[in-house]
DNA sequence: CACCACACTAAACGATCGTTCAGCGCGCCG
DNA sequence: CGGCGCGCTGAACGATCGTTTAGTGTGGTG
């Protein structure tokens, strides 16, 4: 990895320090004085080049939007499925990508106008992959394809999200090559299989909704949470303790 | 909602404002006066009362894990499926349980032992919830249970760490009810069809990794390994930096 | 009443934050 | 050569941080 060459311009160097610090402590947590610091300058030398912190970060932003949805094109014009191809190749080998993976986690999850635009974006991006694979006879038309390709993304999303948790829970330090390729089989089982042998709890679920199309006060089988990690029972069953 | 009782005890109070402020900003962004101006206190109360910013965040850690994990049953005791039974609970009304909720969400994001422990408890009842459906024949056994229950798990928290993005993208602002209940179906057609409608995809990247096992120069496939979900992969956390 | 424990506060301390300021050195252009 | 722009720095400012200190009032107990 090359964090930070020597011969890169100045302002170039105190830019990748904040990329890498403001991704690996988030925004509050990097100071100006730490990548100042990391990029070998006075914390001086940082404002009189960005401005201020603020601007700095909306530099990084800028840049790792660029990186994402490509340079040269537009961010709607290539094939639909190319952010995951872009994201896909950075898999290929973390450890090169480490700052910009990390980036783009806190861009995600610390909130601002840059993060919803590229969550925006990949869930429109997923919705036209959907879409295209539906017409092409690969893909499964959901009931509520927006949702669908909402729930898609997301998901897609969680590895980058829960980084250390998964490293750790899986017996390794943070996402490794390894562990993201042994990730794909289980993924794939799951987006072609799905988890439940019969569609009984599908159709119970969807039965109960539509019998309480509002705030449901009668059927305890308000499920709604995004996970399949209910109990194994049927909808109709109460789940017990408080 | 009621944020701050006013006949709850002083200490209480200082621990609630903490868990609002906590969960609303993380631990860097509240600070003790604000916690203390929430309170109605004055910021030497709260460090009289807790020892310290630090004591405090691990008093509210303890007091979300004990209410995640029931007060009267030990972690493991109860039905391996209870703690997504308790999320479900909570998210059929996520307004009232705002402040928990959003807790939770920063002790699994903020990075910490009690996050930790959290996780791997949830991973682990997943665990034991799919283990239970695969021996009742109600769900598929998957080629890595572990991984498997690992996916599954982390997929029940997205709803909870990309609350806003969820939310934003639909139309709603926050993670209403109604959302949460729009997410029901999709879900479940998800685990119950999976998202191919043909298993080429799979049975090619199956033969892809089994072809290859160490680092793979890559099955030119380009959808190959790739699905469109799989996006990420994060950095790990190397010790040392300046 | 005297005494003390304790909830509680105002004020301040030292550290660190983002940012500003005055100035230094060096290369370029007249 | 003289001046000037500019990359760059050390020092400082004001704000805010977590925490400490010294103290006040009050209520219970001898």
Redesign the pocket.
């Known amino acids: 990895m090359a964090p930070a060459p020597v011969d890169a311009?100045?302002?170039d160097r105190?830019r990748d320090a904040a990329l890498a610090l403001f991704g690996r402590h988030g925004y509050?947590g990097?100071?100006?004085?730490?990548?100042?610091v990391r990029a070998?300058?006075?914390?001086?030398?940082?404002?009189?080049?960005?401005?201020?912190?603020?601007?700095?970060r909306a530099e990084c932003d800028a840049l790792i939007v660029d990186e994402i949805m490509g340079r040269k094109e537009s961010l709607l014009d290539g094939e639909p499925g190319d952010l995951a191809a872009t994201m896909q190749r950075w898999l290929a080998d973390v450890d090169s990508h480490r700052a910009s993976l990390d980036y783009l986690t806190r861009m995600i999850t610390d909130g601002g106008a840059a993060g919803e635009r590229l969550f925006d974006d990949l869930v429109a991006r997923t919705r036209a992959m959907i879409d295209q694979g539906v017409a092409a006879g690969t893909m499964r038309a959901g009931s509520d394809p927006a949702m669908t390709a909402v729930i898609i993304a997301t998901h897609g999303l969680v590895p980058l999200l829960l980084e250390h948790h998964l490293g750790r829970a899986l017996g390794e330090q943070g996402l490794s090559p390894a562990l993201v390729r042994r990730m794909t089989l289980p993924t794939l089982e799951l987006y072609t299989h799905g988890l439940y042998s019969s569609p009984a709890i599908l159709e119970a679920a969807s039965a109960a909704l539509a019998g309480s199309p509002e705030t449901s006060r009668g059927p305890r089988s308000d499920k709604g949470a995004g996970d399949p990690n209910q109990d194994p029972d049927p909808p109709a069953a109460p789940a017990s303790d408080p």
């Open positions: 311009s100045t302002r105190i509050a990097a100071s100006v004085r730490d990548i100042a070998g300058v006075s914390p001086a030398l940082v404002i009189h080049h960005f401005g201020s912190k603020e601007a700095l």
